[in-house]
């Protein structure tokens, strides 16, 4: 059965109106979000991926182009409709230390409550499962401005659950989090659009986490505009290389990370059987501004550097063999 896209868009010009003057953004923009699927959008800062999510939100209109919500136009929607239908989180912290997890999660069932906000016994069953759902249950009666920032980015993210819309938007949801609770929240975010069949849209400059967690990726370029598709799809087909316009930097296809061009004033041969040893012994000597090359008949005159293991790495400089057993040695022998 073919799913329907949750939003669409086709020839979409998104910028900003001030007075009589009209900057456009981007133009052009053609894509769909679909439910059970996380997309993440990626780009340099200012390429205008708060301007796409702002015109998603309906909180900025678009310039042109069609721009469809569940088969309506997304202007047609009235405030209170939106507040249905899309769930947002920004990268600001929030400033509601004073409410606990409870209270500020529920705030998210306004949109169900009506004017006086009344929570009913099934408004309570979902802010429940919300908690349950992002793993933050058990600070359901503590503070907020007694949270990690890992945890308080959990509860914003409940708060847009419980809302019960069929579409998330975040912008940057991971920026202030270390490593592990970015790493948590990826896959939260993940989890929750494939267990609760909702489209999740988020801004990111995690890109190693998102080329292992997104469904779809969107890649915002000066130079490409907005490219779309399955995550493997666009890395196997070398889209990644112009997302940063810059040519001193290069995306590694094979681990997925990317990194500054070594302008290596010395050249190396460098061999291991072990794929992982010769990545960071490769790493290692580009940091020297080696560049490191593989072995030819016509470069035999070259110095060069084997190794079977972390402590069996093997320099030959000139004939002189030395076997080192760190990279601390061998970066040392080379310096000198």
């Keep these: 059965m073919k799913k ?16 009589r003057r009209v900057t456009r953004v981007h133009e052009h923009l053609s894509f769909r979000l679909y ?17 796409l999510l702002r015109t998603l939100a309906a909180s900025q209109p678009a310039l042109s ?61 979902r802010i429940a499962e919300a908690l349950e759902a992002v793993g933050i249950a058990h600070k359901a009666q503590s503070y907020t401005a ?16 419980v809302q019960e819309c069929p579409l998330i938007l975040l912008d940057e949801p991971t920026a202030f989090l270390d490593v592990v609770s970015r790493i ?54 070398h889209r990644m290389d112009s997302l940063f316009g810059r040519p001193d930097i290069q995306f590694d296809y094979a681990h997925g990370v990317y990194y500054p061009i070594v302008h290596g004033c010395r050249q190396i041969v460098v061999e291991s059987e072990d794929d992982t040893l010769l990545h960071w012994m490769v790493n290692a000597l580009n940091r020297r501004h080696y560049a490191c090359v593989q072995s030819t008949p016509d470069n035999t005159s ?10 069996r790495l093997l320099l030959n400089q000139s004939g002189k063999i030395t076997l080192c057993s760190s990279f601390e040695e061998l970066l040392s022998l080379l310096v000198n």
């Design 4 to 19: 329907e896209a949750i939003v669409s868009a086709a020839d979409l010009t998104i910028g900003y109106r001030t007075g």
């Design 302 to 311: 070259l110095p060069s550097l084997r190794a079977s293991a972390p402590d």
């Design 146 to 161: 007694e949270l990690s920032d890992g945890e308080r980015q959990k509860v914003m993210i409940a708060k847009a659950v």
């Design 184 to 237: 948590e929240i990826m896959d939260l975010l993940h989890k929750l659009a494939v267990e609760q069949n909702k489209a999740i849209l988020l801004s990111t400059h995690n890109v190693e986490q998102a080329l292992v967690l997104a469904d779809k990726l969107w890649l915002l370029s000066q130079e490409g505009g907005l490219q779309c598709g399955v995550t493997e799809d666009l890395i196997l087909n």
């Design 35 to 51: 439910p059970g699927e996380l997309t993440c959008l990626l780009g340099a800062n200012g390429m205008g991926k708060s301007t």
């Design 65 to 125: 182009g069609e721009l469809v919500l569940e088969g309506r136009p997304l202007s047609h929607y009235s405030e209170k409709e939106r507040s249905r239908r899309i769930g947002m989180v920004l990268t600001d912290k929030t400033q509601a230390g004073g409410l606990t997890v409870y209270e500020l999660v529920a705030l998210g069932r306004q949109p169900h409550t009506g004017f006086f906000g009344r929570l009913h016994r099934q408004d309570h069953v």
